[in-house]
Each structure stands twice: as C-alpha cells, then as structure tokens.
C-alpha cells in the first residue's frame, strides 16, 4: 500500500484508559538489553519509519498493535508539509521510532514547518 491512502486492519479500539499505550522498541539487533520504552497518546507526535525512512507524524487513534498516524511529508527544502491527500496511515509500534515536539511553522513560507527534533 502506498503512502497517501488510507488503511486499516487488526481490531482498532481504543486501551482501558482510552489515552495511552506503551510502545517497545528494539535495536536492529532486537537485543532485550536495548529495549526501549515510548509512551505515546493520542496527539503526540512521533517519527516512524516507513520504506526505510522517517515520517513525522500525530498520533490520531490508538490500537491493539498499531497506531493510526496522520504523516507529513518532507519538501525540497529539508521542511516538512501536509500532503495534498491526507496521508493517514495504521503503523505497527514497532515503527514508532522517536516522541517529537508538534510542528513549527517555517518563516519563509506559511505552508511549510520544521521539527527541533529533526535535523
């Protein structure tokens, strides 16, 4: 499925709590010693990677083993920008690779935003 379209799958509803789900993440070694933990909510942003490269994203649904993430997309700039479809996509946690801080407007064009997070 390409980026740009809208997916789901597997049971999406929402934890007990209704606002938060921890999310394990490995090195590419999968070694248990570097396991770590992110604790993500519905409105947090993070990166997560699809097609070996990061997208940021917020976080719009929690599921079972997924998170519904509405991404954005990067320009020619090295900015970031809305897609012209929504990018909507279901991403396994494994995925979520970084919590980042939201998107901050650029000042060279309204259209466009940069993440402290993301160099």
């Given amino acids: ?18 606002q938060q789900l921890s ?4 090195s590419e070694n999968s070694s248990p ?5 992110l ?9 997560v990677e699809y097609e ?3 997208y940021p994203g917020e976080v719009t649904q929690l599921c079972d083993n997924d998170n ?3 991404a ?16 909507i996509l279901l991403y396994k946690r494994s995925d979520a690779k970084k919590k980042i801080s ?4 650029s000042h060279s064009r309204i259209s466009q935003f940069h993440f402290t997070e993301i160099n």
């Fill in 72 to 87: 954005m997309e990067p320009t020619e700039t090295g900015q970031y920008k809305w897609p012209l479809r929504k990018d």
């Fill in 52 to 54: 070996r490269k990061l």
């Fill in 23 to 26: 999310v394990e993440l490995f």
């Fill in 68 to 70: 519904l993430v509405n």
């Fill in 1 to 18: 499925m390409g980026r740009g379209q809208l997916r789901f799958g597997g049971n999406c509803t929402m934890p007990p709590d209704l």
């Fill in 39 to 47: 604790d993500i909510a519905i409105g947090d942003w993070i990166l």
């Fill in 102 to 105: 939201g998107p901050i407007p």
């Fill in 33 to 37: 010693i570097t396991k770590k933990v």
